[in-house]
């Protein structure tokens, strides 16, 4: 390992602290309490999905401070930036009435037709047939359609905070290894399938058909342990909402996919999503207000991850590079909750010569671990942002999410090492 440059250390460090910041976010928000002259400030840095963008801020204050304007400036060029603005785009899409009348519809008449509880077969199939729909519609589209039903069903009702926390453990955990049927839908997949000519069969033969295995067995446990609780859940009140129409709903499913198929391309999906709020303005009646704040503050969390996690390939790699496939699972399950599991696997695909066994470790390891924290996989701020309004203090506790999510990260690790 080459000695880390000044700015790499201190990158490192800001890494560490906001890190440590992600977890303490209700320190902040007590302090909004008893500090009420500077609340907005407090509230501010309580924010989950503020956090990695402050950070990123303070790194690069500090790189202008230390290293000039051109220096700084040509670090940010670097970066891509592509995967935020496809969070945020396919999250306003996605979030819309059309599509998630158009979801839920597709959930109600599968329930129906299940041998359960009206109520247990939507909780089972918004945590496992949403999940792996991410594999097709990309997993920030599958969060943000499965938080939103969360959100104006389960969650809308008088439910135990443990049953919102074993909600959304699952769901983070499955929605990490339910876009693994396909080489383009999960971000940690899509960083290395090109180069490693993954195509779908080998998707599916590798990763997918394990990966269903554990989002059903998740899904149904969580479903059998809060049966009680699930029963309301069918319940569904007269919507004062209207049908949205059929040709609306093509229209939306059309830039939903255009979006999707050119993902890779910033330049393409920003212009049909720049067409696709026109559309939503010019038939404003059949749509519900866009979730444009809370995809800008997602897009503004993976953007400063982006920023910060530059500068962490010097201590990483050698980490990821030091073990044998076994070890690689499991360090990249453990590394996966303090970094992007996307970042993980960017860097294995920096490195030559890896061996199949190793490539399919790092990424079943990179992908078990990415419902145990926030930052550990890019849709989860998504999930955060829309759910931690249903929870006490709209404060999703990310100690909480840990435990909640550490018995479905044990499943995939089972179903990835066993199967």
Known sequence: ??????????????????????????????????????????HLLGEVEVVFGFWAMILMLFMFAVSGKQEATAYLETRNFTEPMFVFAIMVIAGTRPILQFAASIVMWVARHMPLDKGMAMYFLMLAFVPLLGSFITEPAAMTLAALMLRDTLFAKEVSSKLKYVTIGVLFVNISIGGTLTPFAAPPVLMVAAKWNWDIWFMIANFGWKAAIAVAINAGSAMLLFRHE???????????ESQVPLSVIFVHLMFLLGVVVFAHYP???????LFFLGFTTAYERHQNPLILRESLLVAFFLAG???LGGLQQWWLQPILMGMDATAVFFGATVMTAITDNAALTYLGSLVEGLSEEFKVALVAGAVTGGGLTVIANAPNPAGVAILRGSFEDKTIHPLGLLIAAIPPTLVAVLAFQLL
């Open 1 to 42: 390992m080459t000695d880390p440059t000044f700015i790499q250390l201190v990158g490192a460090a800001l890494f560490a602290l906001a890190v440590i910041h992600t977890f303490s976010t209700k320190l902040f928000e007590n302090l909004a309490h008893r500090r009420p002259q500077h609340a907005g400030l407090w």
């Open 230 to 240: 699930l029963s309301a859940m069918g319940q569904q009140k007269a919507s004062d």
């Open 267 to 273: 330049s393409v999906f920003m212009g049909l999503f």
């Open 305 to 307: 991850l982006v920023v």
